[in-house]
Each structure stands twice: as structure tokens, then as C-alpha cells.
């Protein structure tokens, strides 16, 4: 959960805040040169002064003439109220943008040039220093979401009439992955001998436990608290990645093998915390700031190199893949719905049911069968035996 705001900022907009009898302004990166290169802006010592300020810096900015002050615009206003993983991942992408774009003007946009920027981009590169890979298919097509997603607050912010390219792009669909976890390869993942008492295999294989049974996504199962999830009438879970844009709730029902797989998780840890999952120091192992769990995803890492060194598991899988195994198994594509707590079964479907369709095939009557069209077509396999 996001980090709740100190008193004295209560009430104020989005990264101000009052420190040493001053309103400041918490200067989003990449555009200090709008603020007179600080990543600190000093409003004002009043509150209405501290607005004055604001707005004459919004005034400066509204004159939006290049794609360059759309993006910086779309930076100020819209990247601030994402998550903070998305935060950091849609700065990144306004760079790429920015060097292609920035200083051509809003309009004309041709959709040719989203066409031949995904071309480009798609090429992987990779740098000689440092061996870090960059571009390919899926990076290009996240920065061409974000500048459509820049184009249409432009037109709900008055600086066109209409999306460019909205509606006039067909990019080639990305293919989701199938890989399904079998059965047998659960087994083995929970059969890894633990060095320790308590530690990561066993935390992990517990986590795995809890994960199977109710397919809850990594950080709303890492972010579980017993205090404010662990109910009498079972765990109560609203997902983190959606919960601005509704207040569902899922309540998953005790079961004897949820209630043990809790108690497993219980046990495995290496201090009393109010998580259910926690570190050595007893703090979950999501950072609200960043929107990431570095320790528990080296952790997992750690833990599937063992898996596929002393196991006969040769295929690794990710969290991701049990996520999905959950929404294979399930008995039905509504079950398998709720589960996930999707708002519809089309991401369902499309993503999470990942086995063959088994189907019923066809019966026919036999051919020269003389019966009646009104009567079923079905065979009769008892006579045709004997």
C-alpha cells in the first residue's frame, strides 16, 4: 500500500509538501529544466502564494505547440498518479519518445510514423560495455501506448480536436505465454530438501501452497497482512493493481488446505511480523516506493536454480506460470474468473487458460442407418459390438 501522506501534506496536490515553514514542489525527473533546474521548487512560505506560483508555472507550460511539451505536460500531471513501478517505467519510455518526437509539432501526425518507429525499435541492441540488451517488439509497443495515451488527454485538454493515429494502427497482437506447469513438476519443487528450518526453500514452497490454491497475483499475496487479510471467514484480498479503479474485494473461504497452507507460511518465518511473508527483519518484502519486491524476486531465482540443478524439472517457470496453472485447473472459465479476481473472463481466456480444450466428438449415425430423421443420430455401439 502506498505510503499515507504526513498530516501537514494532507489536502495538498499531488508531490507538494510543507518542510521548514515552506510549500515545495516535488519536481517529477527529467523535467528540472521547467523548474529552473531543481529537483526541490520552492512555492512560497503561504499557502495561496504557494498556488499563485503553481498556476503561473501551468500557464507557462499550457503553450503546447511540439509533441516535446505534450510529453512534458503528460509527465507533470498524468505519470505522477501511476503506480510507482509504471512511474518509473513510463519515464523511461518518454526518453525514447522524446528523442524521436519531441520537436515535431502535434499535428500533422502521420500513422505511418508509428509503423516505421516499431520497426526501428524492435531491433534488439545490445551494448558492448555494459551487455545490456535494449529495444525489441514488446518495448516498442509500451512507448507507442504511452504517447497515444499523451495524445488523448491532449484532445481532453483542448489541444486537438482528434487522436492522430487512434483507431488508424494495427500493430501485430503479442503472443501470450504457454507455458503450462505440470502436476508432476509441482511435486517436485515441493519435495526440494530445505537446508534450514526456516528460510527461503521452505518460505517459497509454502508461498507456492497458498498460491496454487487461490492463484492470487505476487504482490498482493507478498503484501498480505494478518491484522487487515486473515479473517475468520477467510482471506480477504482487494488487488493491488486495480484497487483505484474499483473496490471489489475477494474473499477466499477457508478450506483445511488453505487454513495449512497459511500455518506453513506461518512457520516459515524468520521473525513475528504482521506479514504473513516477511525478511529477516521482519518487513514485507514489497517497497511501496518503488512498487517492487527486488529481495523476494532473487530470492525465487535462487530458488528455481536449485530446482532445475537437483530436480527433474528441466524447464524453468515463473510466478507468473503457477498464476496461470491456477486459471487452467480451474473447473470452469467463471471459476477460474474469480479466482484471479478478473473484472471479465476475456483476459481469462485469452491468457490464463492455457491447456487443450477437451472436446466431445461428434455422433453419427451409421452410413445407410435407415432410421427416422426426427430420431437422434446417436450410434449404437452395444449392437454394432455384438
Same mark, same amino acid.
Given at each position: #500500500? ?64 511540439? &509533441? ?8 507533470? !500531471?498524468?505519470?505522477?498518479? %501511476?503506480? /510507482? ?12 519518445? @522524446? ?5 515535431? /509539432?502535434?499535428? /500533422? ?8 518507429? &516499431? ?17 525489441? %517488439?514488446?518495448?516498442?509497443?509500451? !512507448?507507442?501506448?504511452?504517447?497515444? =495515451? ?28 504457454? @507455458? ?23 518460505? &517459497? ?10 492463484? #492470487? ?12 487479510? &486473515?479473517?475468520?471467514?477467510?482471506? =480477504?484480498?482487494?488487488?493491488? %493493481?486495480?484497487? %483505484? ?21 506461518? +512457520? ?35 530458488? #528455481? ?36 479476481? =478478473? ?12 491447456? +487443450? ?7 453419427? @449415425?451409421?452410413?445407410?442407418? !435407415? ?16
Amino acid at each position: #500500500m502506498p505510503k499515507p501522506r504526513s498530516r501537514e501534506n494532507q489536502g495538498l496536490p499531488l508531490r507538494w509538501r510543507r518542510t521548514h515553514g515552506a510549500y515545495y514542489y516535488n519536481v517529477p525527473p527529467g523535467l528540472e529544466h521547467l523548474w529552473d533546474n531543481k529537483k526541490l521548487f520552492r512555492l512560497g512560505s503561504k499557502l495561496h502564494e504557494a498556488y499563485q506560483a503553481w498556476a503561473k508555472r501551468l500557464g507557462e507550460q499550457a503553450n503546447v505547440r511540439t &509533441i516535446g511539451d505534450l510529453l512534458d505536460r503528460y509527465a507533470l !500531471e498524468v505519470i505522477p498518479t %501511476k503506480s /510507482p513501478a509504471s512511474q518509473a517505467s513510463n519515464q523511461n519510455q518518454l526518453k525514447k519518445i @522524446r528523442e524521436v518526437f519531441g520537436s515535431m /509539432p502535434l499535428l /500533422p501526425f502521420r500513422p505511418q510514423l508509428v509503423y516505421q518507429y &516499431i520497426d526501428v525499435r524492435s531491433k534488439k541492441k545490445k551494448d558492448p560495455e555494459t551487455g545490456k540488451v535494449t529495444g525489441g %517488439k514488446i518495448a516498442a509497443h509500451r !512507448e507507442i501506448e504511452v504517447l497515444s =495515451h499523451a495524445y488523448t488527454k491532449a484532445v481532453e485538454w483542448g489541444y486537438i480536436d482528434k487522436h492522430p493515429f487512434k483507431g488508424e494502427v494495427r500493430l501485430q497482437g503479442e503472443q501470450p505465454r504457454q @507455458r503450462y506447469v505440470e502436476d508432476w513438476e509441482i511435486e517436485e519443487i515441493l519435495s526440494l530438501t530445505p537446508k534450514r528450518n526456516a528460510g527461503s526453500v521452505r518460505m &517459497i514452497q509454502a508461498y507456492v501452497r497458498l498460491k496454487l490454491l487461490t492463484g #492470487m497475483a505476487q504482490g498482493d499475496l507478498l503484501r498480505l497482512r494478518l491484522d487487515e487479510n &486473515i479473517k475468520e471467514d477467510g482471506i =480477504h484480498n482487494q488487488r493491488h %493493481k486495480t484497487k %483505484k479503479s474499483t473496490e471489489k474485494w475477494t474473499i477466499y473461504a477457508w478450506s483445511d488446505e488453505l487454513r495449512e497452507a497459511v500455518e506453513q507460511a506461518l +512457520a516459515t518465518r524468520p521473525k513475528d511480523s504482521p506479514y504473513l511473508f516477511c525478511n529477516r527483519e521482519g518487513c514485507g518484502y514489497v517497497n511501496e516506493d518503488q512498487g517492487r519486491a527486488s529481495g523476494w524476486k532473487s530470492m525465487w531465482q535462487r530458488f #528455481m536454480d536449485r530446482v532445475l540443478e537437483e530436480t527433474k524439472v528441466t524447464e524453468p517457470f515463473t510466478e507468473h506460470d503457477l498464476r496461470a496453472k491456477v486459471g487452467s485447473d480451474a473447473s470452469s472459465l467463471e471459476h477460474a474468473r474469480s479466482l484471479l479476481a =478478473h473484472a471479465d473472463t476475456k483476459t481469462t481466456q485469452r491468457v490464463y487458460r492455457r491447456k +487443450a480444450e477437451v472436446v466431445e466428438p461428434i455422433r453419427r @449415425r451409421p452410413v445407410g442407418a !435407415e432410421d427416422s430423421p426426427t430420431k437422434a443420430i446417436d450410434v449404437d455401439l452395444d449392437r454394432r459390438e455384438a
